[in-house]
């Protein structure tokens, strides 16, 4: 089969289209013919060599797919460590789910690791609760314009939550105000702890959803209520986050990380999650957002798209059909 092989650690020159053996059917998984796979920022680390989990190349690069279920033809979207960039994948049963009807495959495959992680983002920083009487949580998010950024912002709208959200682009950010982002902060024009400051009246936010690492994680944690939480889900900057723990203690904050490798293996988690995220899509409230669709032989493109930061909501990947 076709499949995208990470031939070496390095940058997207290591990605080749190949042909590779088919997965064999193992029990307790599924068989898809994969139409579409997702592009997320852990596969630019993989390739890199900077993913814990991974193999050693060669392997099949991606994360996320949407495809057909070889045995009952039934459409599926699915969440793997490897492998999704290919024609066909057999990934575990409980990380497979129905694709809404009226979704398109490129929806789909833009949908599980972005939702799941907002979603679980927002659960552990105790905001898919009622705020307390009088009281409207507020959230920072990083990236506010990329994949997991947008879905963020959709289910922050959903929740009642005032959201603040940064951006390298104010044409992004425009871009994201229409899905529901109040106050977008380009980051290259104005400081964003200083404007949080500002327009919370000096009071803060109660959740940063982090993802640069660096410096940011002490500056997340400065943008915070007391109580408030920094949800620390990745480093995009390559920094190790950097954290006095002594300036916890002002606030009594707390930071907190956030992996969905690791979640993915706590059925109960998930099965409540995709409870409460298959609610809001039968309500037509959630709706991935689809920035670029390319050609698996243009994967290195994409790739380029989000080291660059030139792309707004998810890249996704044709791979068949
Ligand atoms: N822990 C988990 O389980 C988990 C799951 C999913 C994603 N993540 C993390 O969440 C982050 C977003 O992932 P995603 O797949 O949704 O990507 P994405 O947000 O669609 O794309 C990355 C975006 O990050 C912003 N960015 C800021 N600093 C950057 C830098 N130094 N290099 C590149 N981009 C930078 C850019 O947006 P602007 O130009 O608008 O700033 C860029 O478009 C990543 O850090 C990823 O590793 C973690």
Request: a neutral charge; aromatic letters at 8%; one cysteine or more.
């Amino acid at each position: 089969m076709k499949a995208l092989v990470i031939t070496r650690t390095g940058g997207p020159e290591a990605l080749a289209l190949q042909d590779v053996a088919e997965p064999s059917p193992q029990p307790g998984h599924r068989i898809v013919r994969v139409a579409v796979g997702g592009l997320n920022f852990a596969d630019i680390m993989t390739t890199a060599g900077g993913y814990p989990g991974t193999p050693a190349p060669p392997f099949v690069a991606g994360r996320e797919f949407a495809g057909v279920e070889e045995t009952t033809g039934r459409r599926v979207m699915g969440y793997v460590q490897w492998g999704a960039f290919a024609e066909k994948i057999v990934p575990k049963s409980e990380l497979v789910w129905p694709v809404p009807e009226p979704w398109t495959d490129e929806q789909a495959a833009a949908f599980p690791v972005n939702y799941f992680t907002a979603y679980l983002g927002y659960w552990q920083a105790g905001m898919t609760q009622t705020a307390a009487r009088g009281r409207t949580h507020r959230v920072l998010i990083h990236a506010v314009a990329g994949g997991v950024g947008t879905a963020a912002v959709q289910m922050g709208r959903i929740l009642g939550i005032e959201m603040y959200g940064t951006s390298s682009s104010n044409e992004k950010l425009t871009r994201v105000k229409s899905l529901g982002l109040e106050h977008g902060i380009n980051y290259k024009e104005s400081d964003y702890e200083e404007v949080i400051k500002e327009l919370s009246g000096g009071e803060g936010v109660d959740a940063v959803f982090e993802m640069l690492g660096g410096e940011h994680t002490a500056k997340s944690l400065r943008c915070l209520r007391d109580f408030g939480r920094v949800i620390q889900y990745g480093t995009a900057t390559g920094k190790q986050p950097q954290l006095d723990v002594r300036a916890l203690y002002a606030k009594s904050a707390m930071v907190q990380g956030l992996w969905l490798t690791y979640l993915a293996g706590k059925r109960d988690i998930m099965e409540a999650a995709w409870h409460q995220l298959s609610t809001w899509i039968e309500e037509s409230k959630l709706i991935p957002v689809v920035g670029h669709v390319l050609s698996l032989d243009r994967a290195a493109e994409a790739y380029r798209l989000l080291m660059e930061r030139k792309n707004f909501g998810k890249v996704v990947l044709k791979i068949s059909g």
